[in-house]
């Protein structure tokens, strides 16, 4: 690839060192009566320091060392609030503390709860420190239907919750240090607002928190968010300028923004536009930014009905892996009927792509638009993806690929009724570098077809993000260890997803990329899924766990017995690992016993199905789980956040462990909930937990000192 470019700011105003305050006077909360105990409100204290720090024409309000509880915070002009080193703000949680105002939720203008933290109409603000902002999420997302789950959207005034942050017809504003976690909504908002710079700040939400995107610039201009973190339950950092009819008529782009130096870790993706885009969208630059787990990484998206221009738009130097699709420039984000090209149809165009390196991603691009209005004037130059899925070209015009490396298993290109199309250097391969060490990078546990599904097997599977479901073709992805770190020692990776779908990165792909790493031969495990989301309302589920995945599962494990020469591992030390509906299903694998038939015409089928151990991460089906004298040795852990089945489950799933004789180690780690994974903070370790246990059972020699 031709070197990236050197990154800069075109077309955006560069807003660096805004928000001096007036006075230079700091205003200690302690000094207003506010207390350092959680448990104890401080809101009067702290609107005491404000309203000081307002009657002084603007100051320092100075957040000390400590814990402290407080109600909605509103800033005043010439107002920094600084969070010092230590000190953690926590929000009530209470509906009654969050009076309505009129603003504008996912698009539409609406009234709904107050901000936590909010400013409205300021000039010269800043947030800044290394403290901490906690919005304790947690108490509103319980109170959401599962069915409603993630709908924060008119007509659901019970199920609206406060961004943590909301900025609002401001202008020169500066973010710089802080962490903000537990949003009970979206992170931090900047609406309607001007000449703002956000820096080295930090938005850390659950997984699976609802609608808790890191950073939307919406309707606002000359923006610039640089070296900022998010590990978050929606997309990461974005942009938006309204919804349908009321977008347009507002008729407030975002424009001259750029984001620069941002890591996601999480969410549904890294870099995003829309789909709420119906005032339109200008001038941006995504630059030199990275995703590791995200559902996409580049993701444009828009759909009939939103209307909107999505032009001039630059993403340059992005390094992706392990994410669903790497670029993603859809009009299809809901499906709605073919119309005439009107208001109601959105534009995507002018947008340029490059330098961007993506490894081990379900799609490398998706560029999909609309028979009437194509998705044109696009460049992508200088990428090396490598996936599963290649390139998929849909409704476009006047595109150009130049110096494009696809390395992917499956339609390296596919390009559907478009116009204009180049490809100027294009290579492509159909293996994936990096999957897989001496073998093949999947292996089909039955070649010919799984049985019952034998007349399916070639139906394509659905994939949104990271999820795949309408899975009638069982297989298993290979992760072997380098040479020089092998142990032996191999386990099959059942990622999770309700039996509904697959939940193939985090649960699947990053674990097993982790266990390589660390030696241990790796196979994530695509089983038939008992309650399949692909399965139409009301349709019957052809597959159960009983019979059909645990079949799949069993398959696997005798499938890498019997080729332990081939992959360099021990046959007896050949486990297995599940998470969440995939945990239920390792459990009902290592259960139930498993011996070969030693004259069975199929090799594979000689070999033994039961685990040789079982690691149960959070899994489902705790309560049964009932193991008896010479069941595989269990690793478990989960958050003690997690539902009830789980959190208080598992520990006596432990004690009956121990009480049929069975080794068993149980981990459980405060303050997390379902879903980690890999996710940083503190359950990260369980992995290398899971290893050390590894060692001390014997399925691994420790290395030498």
Known sequence: MN?????????????LGLAATASGRTFNIADFGAVNDPAVPSTAAIRRAIAACGAAGGGVVEVPAGRYLTGPIEMVDNMTLQVDHGAVVFFETGRENYPDITSRWEG?????????????????????????????????????????????RPNRPIRRRPPLVQIKDCDDVRLDGPTFTNAPFWTVHLLYSEHIDVGHCRMINPPDSPNTDALNADSCRHVVVHDCFADVGDDGFGIK??????????????????????????????????????????????LDCEGDGTDNGIRLKSMRGRGGVVEDVVASNIRLR??????????HYSELPPEPF???????????????????????????????????DVELADLDLSGVKGVTCIHARNLTFSRVNVAAQQAPYVEEQCENIRRVDWRETTATP????GAAAIVPLWPAGAPGSEARKDEPEKAVGQNVSNIHFPTLTVFLPPADRKTGCAVIVCPGGGHRNLVMDKEGYTIARWLAGHGIAAFVLKYRLAKDSATPPGGPQPYTVERDALADAQRAVRLVRSRAAAWDVNPADVG????????????????????????????????????????????????????????????????????????????????????????????????????????????????????????????IVPAAP
């Not at 070197?3 to 105003?13: K, M």
């Not at 080794?663 to 369980?686: D, I």
């Open 576 to 699: 297995i690992i599940g998470f969440s509906a995939g945990g239920e299903l390792a459990a009902l694998a290592a259960m139930r016993p498993g011996a070969g038939d030693p004259s069975a015409a199929d090799p594979i089928d000689r070999a033994d199905a039961r685990p040789g151990f079982q690691g149960l991460i959070y899994p489902g089906g705790a309560e049964r789980v009932l193991p008896v004298k010479g069941a595989p040795p269990a690793f478990l852990a989960c958050g003690a956040n997690d539902r009830p089945g789980i959190a208080e489950e598992l520990p006596k799933v432990y004690l009956r462990f121990k009480a049929a004789g069975v080794p068993v180690e149980l981990h459980v780690f405060a303050g997390v909930g379902h879903g980690f994974g890999l996710r940083p903070g503190p359950s990260a370790v369980w992995a290398d937990q899971f290893r050390t246990w590894l060692e001390t059972e014997k399925f």
């Open 434 to 437: 990096g999957l897989a060490a």
């Open 108 to 152: 539409l203008t609406e009234r709904g709860p107050h901000p936590l933290l909010f400013a409205e109409g300021r000039h010269h603000i800043a947030i800044t420190g290394p403290g901490t902002f906690d919005g304790q999420g947690a108490a509103w997302w319980k109170d959401m239907d599962m069915a409603e789950k993630g709908n924060a």
């Open 322 to 331: 392990n994410v669903g699709t790497a670029i993603v420039l859809s009009l």
């Open 241 to 286: 300028s309204g919804r349908d009819e009321e977008g347009r008529k507002v008729g407030r782009p975002t424009e001259d923004v750029t984001f620069l130096r941002c890591r996601v870790a999480h969410g549904h993706s890294v870099c995003a536009i829309g789909s709420e885009e119906s005032g339109g969208v200008r001038h941006v630059r995504f």
């Open 3 to 15: 070197p990236p470019p050197r990154l800069t700011a075109i077309g955006c105003a560069l807003v």
């Open 342 to 376: 009107s208001e109601r149809t959105p534009v995507f165009r002018q947008i340029r792509i490059d330098h961007v390196t993506a490894e081990n991603v379900r799609q490398c691009a998706l560029i999909e638009g609309l028979a009437e209005s194509p998705v044109e």
